[in-house]
């Protein structure tokens, strides 16, 4: 979800928190999040397009790296990197019904943002005369706005489109005007106020108090796990991706008085519904990451985020028990979200202590995040792709998939995240796209659990399902 940003945000290449907490969570914890889109393309690939597309990448904002702070509780600066690895292009043709083990592998790029190199992209034929295309980033380095920004502009100086670059062409690092000196002296004044961002952030936690806890299901009132011999093997959760008709996803959405959004958001309400992870009658509590990036802007991660509980009353009528039949309210409560973000009238608990988190050491970091779990469902809505990044070589693309994947999670992590689905939804071409990823292990810990519940939801909706 987007909403313009009231302002634009002062260019600066310090590390912001959640540029921050990505590389935490890959250094304190060894698990690394990234983001992935692939392409499947009607028509093959030329090996010079390709490289063409790569070479802009190597001149645009994903070229960074984490430079530490060399007084203590400076944040760390970005520095621009040479470091990139060479496009992947494969001559084995992949069958169609194997591109998502195809992309899987791809999403497993080892990725440095302390190093580099910070993405990658890849290309393969396909058996049926096609070609896939993967484009891999670091959370660290970018968020979705970032990830899609960085690909039209890579695009647009390869000469295929000029147009949706949105002021990233050639913009690596806030220009020189703007840029915050990386000194000794520069490093003491962000020290000096980040001290007094801490001491702040401290008296407005005291006079906020403590935020009312919320009636709605959500990971926390999942029992924690005890511990299992399996805790330290590799987890593979399950993901699913269904195409549909985008123009019946936004008739089913105005039909029950709600958007595309709206429509989202129920639709991951019942499929947790639909697999046993959620409770009917009891609302589920459902986050939706929201982007602040305006025009220009070059933060690695420009991502907040609401959440909403979705009423989930049973209905009398037996063909629509585990439907969200109020989609005007599932609407009004995230329009109402939308507005106290933006607002600033939004009660943050966690937001006043960002600047004491950003400074704390990363022993300090590992142990807060023991018990740290996963929303009980997230649901991400792309929105509708801009021509320049679903067609990055100029033909529509017949399948576009998004989303984020978590390198190195174990089956004990996992488990103690205590997650239902993580989900990812966008619109190309008159076609809807919803990617989802399974986080409960015994309920949507299988492909085919993921797709029965997902295909029981699409089916009371009238929603025709095509799956990847």
Known sequence: MTIPPTATPLATNRLTYDDDLFLRTRRVLGVSVVNQTVWRLPVPLEERAVRAVHRGLTEGPLQRVVRPGRLPGARARWSESGIFLPPSIESTPVRDDAVLTWADRQAQAHLDPENGPTWALAAAPTIGGGAVLSFVTSHVVADGGMHVGALQAAVAAAGFRADDADGFVDRRLPREGERIRTGLVADLRDATGQARAVVGGLRKAVRQ???????????????????RPDDTQPAHPPVVVVDTDAGTWHRTARAAGGTANSLLIAVCTEILLAAGVATPGTPVRVSVPVSLRGSGDLRSNATSGVSI?????????????????????V???????????????????????????????DAVAKRAARDATAP??????LGRLPAAFAAPFGTPASGVLMRGVTQGLTRGRLRQMRGGLDSWWSEHDGVAT??????????????????????TVYARRGLPVRFW
């Open 434 to 455: 919803l990617v989802v990823l399974g986080l409960d292990p015994e309920r949507l810990g299988e492909p085919a659990q993921v797709r029965a519940a997902v295909e």
């Open 376 to 381: 009980l469902c997230l649901a991400s809505n």
């Open 309 to 329: 509980a979705v009423d989930t009353t049973v209905t009398p009528a037996p063909e629509r028990a585990g439907v969200v039949t109020d989609l005007a309210q």
């Open 331 to 361: 609407r009004s409560a995230a329009a109402a979200e939308f507005r106290a973000l933006t607002s600033g009238t939004r009660v943050d608990a966690l937001g006043p202590l960002k600047p004491l988190l950003q400074m704390v050491p």
């Open 209 to 227: 108090g403590p935020v009312p806890p919320v009636a709605a299901q959500q990971s926390t009132d999942r029992p924690r796990p005890g511990p």
